[in-house]
């Protein structure tokens, strides 16, 4: 046997053919790290491009200060800031238990064809314009409020982020070991209490990455408060009036005519993708810790 | 099915955790030193019976091995025990299982309770990876809200003793119980069953992901641990069934062929099947 082999090995033709699978090999490596490189470089790209058009305007006023009436130079984005944090704060307290809690039955009860049926439109919600998604919460909280609010587009925002949660979250619980389940089960834990006491802990690094992604997703949208929150000039903390918020405000700052304006669009933008950025960063980081325990 | 409504008052402890000592539970009938007693029990998965009229009594402070080759049902057969096979989608159980002459299939019994009393060790060490060594143990009460931190703490170190365990781990009771090896991992499972006092402890081939070493211990562990507590075993290995087990209950295809003293089985089986098995003929 081991002769033979041997002697097909070093037989002409397989050298050949050796030859040929090498080179085939670089080729396909070579353009995998091609595509790979594509890929993160429009990632750099943009933080490269946003931080030379945003950086240098950045500074302690901007970032507490309120807008100054169009024209005038100087002035920040404060009340745009505090009012993101408001809005999607707001929009993760509705977002976080409704996500969780269908994603717990989703999971719990797999048989159920409606579970099935809530993933499956779970995937498709993901898919709908957040400009429809702003429309639909115009209709279903300013219209019946009878005024712009910064509560609307916390609903606005909620909707947008509810299918995230619920399929990272389902994701996540999928990923927990059957055994766990049976061995909590086994020891007389009702179902409930093991849903609470094991599954939620042992996704719980998941859980939060879904949770943060959402946080993400929606601190960066603009089209669903164009009708929703609206936008103030004003410092405002109240969520039953209009909000300004960070996206909301670059929409309306690059769209204006004033060159200042852009100036301090391309700021706020860099502000909110470094707020994006940290927190991701941080997650990881946190996780990553709470991984060495 | 006449006293299919009594209820399983027995539980091993209340919600203050003020707890109730295995001398409590039930006696067994004087007449008789059966702890379990199976009838007519055909289990299914849908449509396919996968365990066919089985009748089995299963002794008091005894070791009961059920061997067979794979696809037998034993697993399936001792999952029935403590109500854990309704819990995979499809499974189904008919007959009747007594456990000190209550039907722990009758109307009103709560599987938890049943769970409570009947304790389960898997084939792979089950350790839940989000808790401590401690906490692991601790688990058949914490998730079930008990708080009474002593009781809890003497059923810890009590059951880590019970499981040949303790003396290794006693200084590292806050790591996390995943960082143990294998063998300890599933004498870690070993405890965490003992402590909340089951009455019945079935364990579903718990040596088959262990090395000899490993094995051998908790081997030990089961000659030790029958004192307290009726032991079910449902094992691949011959061997060790007859080395650990007092009766052996041999399965081929869903069917119990032979059940009887383990040296009789082994030595003198009545049925062709068993003795085809033993010798290595099949399976």
């Not at chain 1, 595509?35 to 993160?40: G, K, L, P, Y």
């Not at chain 1, 305007?57 to 100087?74: N, R």
């Not at chain 2, 300890?184 to 718990?206: F, G, K, T, Y």
Request: aromatic letters at 8%.
């Amino acid at each position: 046997m081991k002769a033979t082999s041997m002697q097909r090995m070093t037989s002409q033709t397989d050298l050949h053919r050796f030859r040929v699978r090498k080179l085939v090999e670089l080729l396909a490596v070579t353009g995998m790290v091609l595509c790979a490189a594509v890929s993160i470089f429009f990632l750099l790209a943009i933080l490269g491009y946003v931080v030379y058009r945003g950086a240098s305007s950045i500074d302690w006023e901007f970032l507490t200060a309120l807008p100054l009436p169009p024209g005038e130079v100087g002035g920040g984005i404060a009340n745009a800031l505090i009012g993101s944090v408001l809005v999607v704060g707001c929009a993760t307290l509705l977002a976080m238990p409704i996500g969780l809690g269908a994603a717990v039955f989703v999971n719990e009860f797999p048989s159920a064809r409606l579970g099935r049926a809530v993933r499956f439109m779970a995937e498709v919600l993901t898919g709908v314009p957040s400009i429809v998604v702003g429309l639909f919460a115009y209709a279903l909280v300013v219209q019946p409020m009878g005024s712009f609010s910064g509560l609307s587009g916390s609903v606005a925002y909620a909707i947008i982020m509810v299918p995230i949660v619920l399929i990272t979250s389902h994701e996540a619980f999928r990923l927990v070991p059957p055994s766990l389940r049976e061995a909590s089960l086994a020891l007389g834990v009702p179902k409930w209490r093991t849903i609470i006491g094991i599954v939620l802990p042992v996704s719980s690094k998941a859980l939060i990455t879904g949770g943060v992604l959402a946080i993400s997703r929606a601190l960066g949208e603009a089209a669903p408060m164009l009708f929703t929150a609206f936008g103030n000039p004003f410092w405002n903390l109240n969520l039953g009036k209009p909000i300004a918020t960070v996206p909301m405000l670059i929409y309306t700052y690059a769209t204006g005519p004033y060159e200042d304006w852009h100036r301090k669009a391309w700021a706020a933008s860099f502000v909110l993708m470094m707020v994006v950025l940290i927190t991701s960063v941080m997650t990881r980081a946190f996780l990553r810790g709470k991984a060495h325990e | 099915m006449n006293n299919g409504g009594v209820q399983m008052s027995d539980e091993s402890y209340n919600r203050e955790g003020t707890e109730k000592t295995t001398d409590s539970h039930p006696q067994t009938s004087p007449d008789s030193d059966t702890r379990l007693e199976v009838e007519h029990l055909n289990v299914y998965y849908g449509d396919f019976r996968a365990v066919k009229d089985v009748n089995l009594s299963i002794k008091n402070n005894r070791v009961t091995a059920i061997i067979g080759p794979s696809g037998c049902g034993k697993s399936t057969f001792i999952r029935c025990l403590n109500r854990m096979h309704e819990v995979t989608p499809g499974g189904r159980v008919q007959g009747k299982v007594m456990l000190d002459g209550q039907d722990l299939y009758g109307p009103g019994v709560d599987p938890v309770d049943v769970r409570r009393r009947v304790g389960m060790v898997f084939q792979k060490p089950n350790v839940f990876p989000s808790m401590s060594i401690y906490d692991n143990v601790a688990s058949g009460y914490k998730l079930n809200g008990v708080r009474n931190r002593q009781m809890i703490a003497e059923k810890v170190e009590r059951s880590l003793k019970n499981a040949a365990l303790w003396e290794e781990i006693k200084d590292d009771l806050q790591k996390p119980g995943t960082s143990l090896s294998g063998g300890q991992q599933q004498r870690l499972c070993i405890a965490r069953a003992l402590a909340v006092d089951p009455e019945v402890l079935l364990m579903d081939e718990p040596c088959s992901a262990l090395d000899p070493i490993a094995t051998a211990k908790i081997e030990e562990l089961i000659h030790e641990l029958k004192e307290t507590v009726t032991i079910v075993i449902v094992t691949h290995n011959m061997q060790q069934a007859a080395r650990v087990s007092d009766y052996t209950a041999f399965f081929y295809v869903g069917e119990l062929i032979e059940f009887g003293e383990t040296q009789q089985l082994f030595t003198a089986p009545e049925k062709r099947q068993t003795e085809d098995y033993i010798t290595g003929r099949f399976g």
